[in-house]
């Protein structure tokens, strides 16, 4: 099975967040869209609107944890590593999004092809298809 697959079955919505948004905003973006990982998105750059990493809660949670307060004020870019997205595209293999995700202690994955950002897909996307459990709404999917 193919990553594209999952995103067909679970739909395209993107969640994002600038990378000069501060943690506070990306807390609320994360409630307010329902999902534990945000796109990272770099508007400021020539070639416009390009992805460059992932925010989740457990960034906030580190922030908070190591900067208290004072951490929610923080801007998502300070959490975030730029230099190296990790992503897949549609046309790889759920085994090979595993392993990236493994690789590089990650639970959401950028999907990306033509350099243009078209979903993402979660650890739990993948172990419902290794695991065998039927298809969900994509409502569901917002969880993971």
């Not at 990650?106 to 350099?115: E, K, Q």
């Not at 993402?120 to 993971?144: C, H, K, L, T, W």
């Amino acid at each position: 099975m193919k990553v594209g697959d999952i995103l067909h079955r679970k739909g395209t919505r993107i969640a994002t967040v600038r990378m000069n948004e501060t943690v506070a905003t990306a807390a609320r973006l994360l409630r307010a869209e329902n999902v534990s990982s945000l796109v990272v998105k770099d508007v400021c750059r020539t070639e416009g609107n390009v992805a460059v990493g992932m925010f989740s809660e457990r960034d906030v949670v580190r922030a908070v944890a190591q900067h208290g307060a004072t951490g929610l004020n923080m801007k998502v870019s300070a959490l975030i590593s730029v230099q190296h997205l990790v992503s897949c595209s549609s046309h790889d293999t759920l085994e090979h999004a595993r392993h990236l995700m493994d690789d590089n202690h990650i639970r959401h994955l950028p999907v990306i092809d033509d350099h243009t950002l078209i979903g993402v897909i979660s650890m739990r996307d993948i172990n419902g298809v290794f695991e065998g459990s039927r298809p969900v709404s994509p409502a569901q999917f917002a969880y993971a």
